[in-house]
């Protein structure tokens, strides 16, 4: 068992990012609702109190009662965190003024305390929050102010508690990082969270978990189920089947590239083309949402079939990461849509179910993956949504529109490639729209299909921003698109961002 930094969410937006700051300093840690910590856990060496959407002082705000905590491990509050410390303790917090949004520097510093060392004064943080501390309680001693907040940071005497008002999760707060290393090191930390450590200690888990079962999985192309099939094998060789199923929406040339891939690596995976049952099943149907479940289904069936060939599977293998458990667990009801490929089939089977990567976040999948010596452009590869291509061909999928897609597309990849662009973007595509319009070729007049394009910048798909491409490529892009994708006479770039836009028009 890996020793363990709790994290209490109060429900703060960037919950997530301190925990996948603590994970980068090779140190593991659990977010779990403020009122749930998981009391008797031997592993548990300190604890980190989140932000939050709410005030204090509101009357719906989580609360909870740290005494016990308090008393026996290192506690770090931040934001609202630091604000409950001081409001449960007999302080006071205020509505504040606008001046404690965005950046401050920290004044004042007591280069003593062991929660700032070698962090410099002056150092910029970030500050973000409608409310601060007015009247510290008696035992609370400051240790570092901003221009506007004098309790900018603070400990309590006699414990091994600290509040910090700024976010030191935030890449703003320049020092943040060694904020939260200090922490580690008061909780005794040993930092031994590795992606090698993580291999060894899950390979060795699921072996006894799984014995000689079999497992079936179903792989996509993308990551979270690349990773988890490689880690699988690792553990249990033959046993794993895994099944790749080509929708005929996959990208060109896709299910032939990656299912070679997954040959090279060593994997037991079956190949299923079921294209034309695909296609049938989506002739003439236009709507978003019945598209999806018309995917879905078929998909479910496919892979039903497919497992029922075989004999005595036990288990469904499933590439679910650390991201879906929190959401599931979330506290403020804040749930943003959710996407899940096979997510009817555990029902539908009657299989348990293996997660092993269910404790990881994305970038960590894609280190243990390079520890596991997979090809790094399997690793790095964009998000593609289950559906495929069916959600970004607007209106009726017919065979001809997939192809023009798909050559739209692997012109703007391979460009992208090409320009040393691809790793700097979370994921890009091209769709094709319902739109026809007028163009000339020649002297020919021409009335053809019109292909957007899609770049976003991102960090967990939640939010996203439309990349800012240069203009000399996106010129060459709709040059060779246009030029060489028969069907097509207008190029255009998607400059929404998320919210309010989606990042799939579909
Ligand atoms: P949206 O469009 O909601 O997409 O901004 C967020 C992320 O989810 C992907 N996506 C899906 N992934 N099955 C998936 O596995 C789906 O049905 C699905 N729909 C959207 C999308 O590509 C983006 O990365």
């Given at each position: 068992m890996h020793e363990k930094l709790i994290i209490l969410d109060f429900?703060?937006?960037?919950t997530q990012l301190i925990g996948r700051r603590v994970r980068e300093l090779n140190t593991y840690c659990e977010i779990v609702p403020y009122n749930k910590f998981p009391f008797g856990?031997?592993?548990?060496?300190g604890v980190i109190l989140s932000g939050s959407?709410?005030?204090?002082?509101?009357?719906?705000s989580f609360k909870t009662d740290l005494t016990n905590i308090r008393k026996q491990y290192p506690v770090l509050g931040i934001c609202y965190g630091a604000q409950f410390l001081a409001y449960s303790s007999g302080g006071k917090v205020e509505n504040a003024d606008s001046r404690e949004y965005g950046r401050a520097h920290?004044?004042?510093?007591?280069?003593?305390?062991p929660l700032l060392k070698d962090i410099p004064a002056g150092s910029q943080v970030w500050m973000s929050h409608g409310d601060t501390i007015t009247v510290l309680p008696e035992s609370f001693r400051i240790i570092a102010s901003t221009e506007d907040v004098e309790a900018g940071a603070y400990r309590i005497e006699g414990e091994d508690t600290w509040g910090v008002q700024?976010?030191?999760?935030?890449?703003?707060?320049?020092d943040g990082t060694q904020l939260l290393d200090n922490f580690l090191t008061i909780c005794g930390c040993?930092?031994?969270?590795t992606p090698a450590s993580f291999i060894e200690s899950t390979v060795a888990g699921l072996k006894e978990q799984l014995k000689d079962d079999k497992v079936i999985l179903a792989l996509s192309g993308g990551v979270d189920s690349s990773v988890t099939a490689v880690l699988l094998n690792k553990a249990i060789g033959k046993n794993l089947t895994c099944i790749f199923v080509d929708?005929?929406?996959?990208?060109?040339n896709e299910f032939e590239n990656v299912l070679k891939d997954y040959e090279h690596l060593g994997l037991n995976v079956i190949g299923v083309n079921a294209k034309d049952r695909f296609y049938g099943e989506l002739a003439g149907v236009t709507d978003p949402e019945t598209k999806r479940k018309i995917i879905g289904k078929g998909f479910i069936d496919v892979f039903d079939e497919e497992a029922h060939k075989l004999k005595d599977i036990k288990w469904l293998g499933q590439g679910t990461i650390y991201p879906d458990v929190i959401e599931s667990l979330?506290?403020?009801?804040?749930?943003?849509k959710s996407h899940h490929n096979?997510?009817?089939?555990p029902e539908k089977m009657n299989l348990k179910l293996v997660e092993p990567?269910?404790?990881?976040f994305k970038d960590e999948v894609r280190r243990v993956g390079t520890e596991l010596g997979m090809m790094p452009h399997l690793i790095k590869r964009h998000p593609f949504p289950g559906p495929g291509l069916g959600i970004r061909i607007l209106g009726d999928i017919t065979p001809e529109k997939v192809r023009i897609l798909q050559e739209a597309d692997d012109i703007y990849m391979s460009l992208m490639r090409e320009w040393g662009l691809y790793d700097q973007i979370w994921q890009a595509g091209a769709i094709l729209l319902p739109i026809r319009s007028v163009g000339v070729m020649g002297d020919e007049r021409t009335y053809e299909n019109t292909i957007a394009l899609r770049a976003v910048t991102s960090t967990d798909a939640m939010t996203a921003d439309w990349a800012h491409l240069p203009y000399d490529f996106l010129a060459k892009v709709s040059n060779d698109i246009i030029n060489?994708?028969?069907?097509?006479?207008r190029v255009v770039y998607d400059i929404s961002s998320k919210p309010p836009a989606t990042i799939e028009w579909e």
């Open positions: 429900g703060s937006q960037t856990d031997p592993t548990v060496k959407p709410y005030s204090v002082n509101d009357a719906n920290l004044t004042y510093i007591n280069g003593d305390d700024f976010h030191p999760e935030v890449y703003h707060t320049k040993s930092r031994d969270w929708h005929g929406l996959l990208r060109k979330s506290i403020t009801g804040t749930v943003i096979v997510g009817g089939l990567l269910r404790l990881l060489k994708v028969k069907g097509v006479n």
